[in-house]
Nanobody, 129 residues
């Protein structure tokens, strides 16, 4: 059974950068498309990016396009989210999730929670001066 663990969160100043990692265990990650979501206090979980199983296709929400980059290393069973030019509005708990569907083909699938099958526990990102 695939399990996902996020790491790399923390406190960063506005304009700074962080790289989140989503490490998989229990199964090989290369069978799954992976998405990143975030949830701020009092708000719904928001899909922000996804990547196909072999990394050839990606998709981004408008809120992070041009600032965030998703990538993966299947040999290390890990997916990354490089976050640059962070803003206070990026403060949230960040989650990675795995899907057996080809979610990168349509943005609506990429950013919608019901298309994902397995979730990590999340890592907190706080952007503040």
């Amino acid at each position: 059974q695939l399990q996902l663990v996020e790491s790399g969160g923390g406190l960063v100043q506005p304009g700074g950068s962080l790289t989140l990692r989503c490490a998989a265990s229990g199964a090989t990650l290369d069978r799954y498309d992976i998405g990143w979501f975030r949830q701020a206090p009092g708000k719904e979980r928001e899909g922000i990016s996804c990547i196909s199983s072999r990394g050839g296709s990606t998709n981004y929400a408008d809120s992070v396009k041009g600032r965030f980059t998703i990538s993966r290393n299947n040999a290390k069973n890990t997916v990354y989210l490089q976050m640059n030019l962070l803003e206070a509005e990026d403060t949230a708990v960040y989650y990675c999730a795995a899907s057996t569907r080809a979610i990168t083909t349509r943005q609506v699938m990429c950013v919608t929670t019901r298309f994902y099958d397995i979730w990590g526990q999340g890592t907190q990102v706080t952007v503040s001066s």
